[in-house]
């Protein structure tokens, strides 16, 4: 079974740093572009960052550039997301997603499968 | 950045009634565009990739159609199950906008 299941949301303070983990299963995990997307309180979805195959392309929302590192970890099967100087605006749901479509690169895919996300909370 | 435009923002309806959901984008996206459903708690689940493809496991009644700047998500007969919010997602250009949602409700 395909799987995504995330790890290492909580509470911190405004300027804080977390990092959230996405440990993936089921499917050949080199060969995948991934993302980060997530979901503040009574708000709609928001792609975050992506990572090519062997982590030499990133690229970022500019709300988090800066702020915000995407990696991966190919023989763990594993995706991180290093949030430094965190902002009350960052706090919401991370969901990491596989990229999936017709080629190897990220132009005209979709997201599928999603994990069912961690939840960060940045505050006083 | 491409803006994605969602109408309606919310909708009421009653089991099986065939419910329309648009999406606009402020650039042309070619066919490069999804639509996602989720619901309170959970993870979005793929619906409709590449605009009109519907992914493995989704009911029939969902159907995508467009190209270009206009794109539709029809239900053509609402189950009890269906009362979720959709999004639609453009991946033609980085950053990867979504739509703002569309909460689709029971009437």
């Known amino acids: 079974e395909v799987q995504l299941v995330e790890s290492g949301g909580g509470l911190v303070q405004p300027g804080g740093s977390l990092r959230l983990s996405c440990a993936a299963s089921?499917?050949?995990?080199?060969?995948?572009?991934m993302n980060w997307v997530r979901r503040a309180p009574g708000k709609g979805l928001e792609w975050v960052a992506n990572?090519?195959?062997?982590?030499?392309?990133?690229y970022y929302v500019d709300s988090v550039k800066g702020r915000f590192t995407i990696s991966r970890d190919n023989a763990k099967n594993s995706l991180y997301l290093q949030m430094n100087s965190l902002r009350v605006e960052d706090t919401a749901v991370y969901y990491c997603?596989?990229?999936?479509?017709?080629?190897?690169?990220?132009?005209?895919?979709?997201?599928?499968?999603w994990g069912q996300g961690t939840l960060v909370t940045v505050s006083s | 950045d491409i803006q994605m435009t969602q109408s309606p923002s919310s909708l009421s309806a009653s089991v099986g009634d065939r419910v329309t959901i648009t999406c606009r984008a402020s650039?042309?996206?070619?066919?490069?565009l999804n639509w996602y459903q989720q619901k309170p708690g959970k993870a979005p689940k793929l619906l409709i990739y590449a605009a009109s493809n519907l992914q493995s496991g989704v009911p029939s009644r969902f159907s995508g159609s467009g190209s270009g700047t206009d794109f539709t998500l029809t239900i053509s007969s609402l189950q009890p199950e269906d009362f979720a919010t959709y999004y639609c997602q453009q991946t033609y250009s980085i950053p990867r906008t979504f739509g703002q949602g569309t909460k689709v409700e029971i009437k």
């Open positions: 997603a596989r990229d999936t479509g017709y080629s190897s690169g990220w132009y005209g895919n979709w997201f599928d499968p």
């Open positions: 990572i090519k195959q062997d982590g030499s392309e990133k």
């Open positions: 089921g499917f050949i995990f080199s060969t995948y572009w």
């Open positions: 650039q042309g996206i070619n066919n490069y």
